[in-house]
C-alpha cells in the first residue's frame, strides 16, 4: 500500500514563495509518477505541477509556468513543489498524488493518481 503525506504548509506573504514537501512510503519514488494539486476555496481542485516515474521529466499548467518547480530525492523518497512569486488566489489545499500504473506519465489527470494525501494548507496572505 503506498502512503502520501504532505508537509510545508503555512502562511506565506504574495510575492513570497513556498516549498512544500511529499514523503511516500510502500513503493519506490521511481516507479511512481508523482502530482501536486490544489483546491481554493469554493473552487475544484486543479492540477500544478507533476514528475514521472522514471525519466523525473516534469509537467506544470500555464497557471503557474516559470514561477514553479517540481523535484525529488529518490534516497529520500520525497517530492517537492516550489512556487515562487505566490498570488493571493493560491490560496488552496495543496495535495500531493501518486500515480501506480506501470507506465506513470506527469498526468494532469485526478483520475490518473491512485493515492493520495490528505492537503496541506496553504495560505497566502497580503
Known amino acids: 500500500q503506498v502512503q502520501v503525506a504532505e508537509s510545508g504548509g503555512g502562511l506565506v506573504q504574495a510575492g513570497g514563495s513556498l516549498r512544500l514537501s511529499c514523503v511516500v512510503s510502500?513503493?519506490?519514488?521511481?516507479?511512481?509518477?508523482m502530482g501536486w494539486f490544489r483546491r481554493a476555496p469554493g473552487k475544484e481542485r486543479e492540477f500544478v505541477a507533476a514528475?514521472?516515474?522514471?525519466?523525473?521529466?516534469?509537467r506544470y499548467a500555464d497557471s503557474v509556468k516559470g514561477r514553479v518547480s517540481i523535484s525529488r530525492e529518490l534516497a529520500n523518497d520525497t517530492v517537492y513543489l516550489q512556487l515562487n512569486s505566490v498570488k493571493l488566489e493560491e490560496t488552496a489545499v495543496y495535495y500531493c498524488?501518486?500515480?501506480?500504473?506501470?507506465?506513470?506519465?506527469?498526468?494532469?489527470?485526478?483520475?490518473?493518481?491512485?493515492?493520495w494525501g490528505r492537503g496541506t494548507q496553504v495560505t497566502v496572505s497580503s
Open positions: 498524488a501518486a500515480d501506480a500504473s506501470p507506465y506513470g506519465i506527469a498526468s494532469l489527470r485526478e483520475i490518473e493518481y491512485d493515492y
Open positions: 510502500g513503493r519506490s519514488l521511481q516507479m511512481l509518477a
Open positions: 514528475i514521472s516515474g522514471n525519466a523525473g521529466m516534469p
